[in-house]
Nanobody
């Protein structure tokens, strides 16, 4: 079945960096658009970044543009999110997702705090 396993979250100081990784399985990864979402406490889940199946095209939420970079490795069925210049408002649980499926993973917690 479709499965997403996110990793790489943690506690980081403002201005720091983290790299999230997601391992996907149960579908043809190389054919799927992949996205990263996040959900902060008391807020709705929001789209952070997306990448096309080939990896050639990406798009980002305005709030993370220029700080976050999404990438994928179709040979390994993984999608990463490099997060730089982190801010306290980036604190959230981060999820990877393929929009064509209903399945969500457990997510990985990111806390940006001094």
């Amino acid at each position: 079945q479709v499965q997403f396993v996110e990793s790489g979250g943690g506690l980081v100081q403002p201005g720091g960096s983290l790299r999230l990784s997601c391992a996907a399985s149960g579908f043809t990864f190389s054919s799927a658009i992949m996205s990263w979402f996040r959900q902060a406490p008391g807020k709705e889940r929001q789209l952070v970044a997306s990448i096309t199946s080939s990896g050639r095209n990406t798009n980002y939420a305005d709030s993370v543009k220029g700080r976050f970079t999404i990438s994928r490795d179709n040979a390994k069925n993984t999608v990463d999110l490099q997060m730089d210049s982190l801010k306290p408002e980036d604190t959230a649980v981060y999820y990877c997702h393929a929009p064509r499926f209903q399945t969500w993973g457990q997510g990985t917690q990111v806390i940006v705090s001094s």
